[in-house]
Each structure stands twice: as structure tokens, then as C-alpha cells.
């Protein structure tokens, strides 16, 4: 079965660094996610992306958040200027429309 | 806005017993409704669905039903294995139709079962 798959699966990054998580949605999904989990916390919503653009983000997801699809086969996650309380647990997802979204496994953000 | 309320774990218990993890949730349209288990380690998987009132969403023995007079998705399982140690994630989309698909997830509960 297809499946999202995300890179790294650990990052470890100094505060104020830029750091890009990376994302490989399932071939035919046209919508796809990012959301975040603080250690401990529930699961959040930060952003949606449908036809090349954002299509929702939620308020957690400032000026230092950016997305992209670059290639057609990819969908980053920058963060700019790293804080302490990004550390997180990233996940990906992607979906067909109201079907439901399949997740990757995640990338555990680690901000030194 | 959109909001998932869920059973504080965590809950522990023993093979072969019955669960129930409650769930409620408010909203202003009619969402679709989701239940996501994540093992350790692992990202979420969909467990089950239910798209509209009175649908029941069932998978692995789980089993859910969309009750809007209560605006509950409780999960259940009759009879629980070990292999069922995981995190439990009630969520809801599409509350506002249009393309808002965004899922609005619980806090998780946490659930081992023990030999």
C-alpha cells in the first residue's frame, strides 16, 4: 500500500537555524498537511496546501513557517529562525479531497 | 472554532476486556468523524470513519457510531489484545464544508493492555 514518507526521522538543530523536513505525499493525493504535536500535547494543524498554493493555515503558522512543492514529488516544511518551543514531532499527510488523510511517520524536531 | 473533547488517559487493561474511549465534539456544520491509533513509534494510522449521523465506522473489532443528537463518536472494542497498546486519536474534518478537509484531533488517550 502507498504510504507518505518523511525525512529525517530525527533533527537536531541549534535555536535560530533554518531547518527544511521533507515529505513525499502518495503519488495521486492532491491536498496535503502539515501538522505538529508538542511532547505530551495534542495533535495540531498548521497548514494545508491544494494546487500549488496554501489553501488554510492556522495561527500557529507565522511568517517564520514557509511550504513548498518543488518538484511535483516533494512537500517541505521551513522554519526560518528556529525557536526553542518548535521542538516537536512533525507529521505529514496527504489526501484525496474529503477521503481520508493517510499521516507519515513523522520527524522529531529537536531545538537545542 | 472546531473543538474534539476526548477521555484523559490513561486507560489500562486487561486482555480480553471491553473498552470505551469516549469522545465528543463541537461544531458548527457536519463534519465526518475519525478515530487514529498511533503505535510507538509510528505515525497515525486511521483506524475508522463515519461521514454522517447514524453511520457506524468499524475496523479490527473497533466499532464507532456518529450520534449528532450527542455529538459523541465513542470508541469500543468488546474484547482487546495486547496488540491494541497504543495511542488513541478521536478527530473531525470538513465541519464548515467546502474544501476545509483541515483534521481537528482530541488530546489522545493512551491505552495498554496487559496480559
Known amino acids: 500500500e502507498p504510504e507518505v514518507t518523511q525525512t529525517p526521522s530525527h533533527q537536531v538543530t541549534q535555536m535560530g537555524q533554518e531547518v527544511i523536513l521533507r515529505c513525499v505525499p502518495i503519488?495521486?493525493?492532491?491536498?496535503f498537511y502539515w501538522y505538529r504535536q508538542i511532547l505530551g500535547q495534542k495533535v495540531e494543524f498548521l497548514v494545508s496546501?491544494?494546487?500549488?498554493?496554501?489553501?488554510?493555515k492556522s495561527e500557529i503558522f507565522d511568517d517564520q513557517f514557509s511550504v513548498e512543492r518543488p518538484d511535483g514529488s516533494n512537500f517541505t516544511l521551513k522554519i526560518r529562525s528556529t525557536k526553542l518551543e518548535d521542538s516537536a514531532m512533525y507529521f505529514c499527510?496527504?489526501?484525496?479531497?474529503?477521503?481520508?488523510?493517510?499521516f507519515g511517520d513523522g520527524t522529531r524536531l529537536s531545538i537545542l | 472554532g472546531d473543538s474534539v473533547t476526548q477521555m484523559e488517559g490513561p486507560v489500562t487493561l486487561s486482555e480480553e476486556a471491553f473498552l470505551t474511549i469516549n469522545c465528543t465534539y463541537t461544531?458548527?456544520?457536519?463534519?465526518?468523524l475519525f478515530w487514529y491509533v498511533q503505535y510507538p513509534g509510528e505515525g497515525l494510522q486511521l483506524l475508522l470513519k463515519?461521514?454522517?449521523?447514524?453511520d457506524k465506522g468499524s475496523n479490527k473489532g473497533f466499532e464507532a457510531t456518529y450520534r449528532k443528537e450527542t455529538t459523541s463518536f465513542h470508541l469500543e472494542k468488546g474484547s482487546v489484545q495486547v496488540s491494541d497498546s497504543a495511542v488513541y486519536f478521536c478527530?473531525?474534518?470538513?465541519?464548515?464544508?467546502?474544501?476545509?478537509?483541515?483534521?481537528?484531533f482530541g488530546k489522545g488517550t493512551l491505552l495498554t493492555v496487559n496480559p
Open positions: 461544531a458548527t456544520g457536519y463534519p465526518s
Open positions: 496546501f491544494y494546487n500549488n498554493e496554501i489553501s488554510e
Open positions: 463515519a461521514t454522517k449521523a447514524d
Open positions: 478527530a473531525l474534518s470538513g465541519a464548515s464544508g467546502g474544501s476545509n478537509y483541515k483534521l481537528t
Open positions: 499527510a496527504s489526501g484525496r479531497g474529503g477521503q481520508p488523510q493517510h
Open positions: 503519488s495521486n493525493h492532491l491536498y
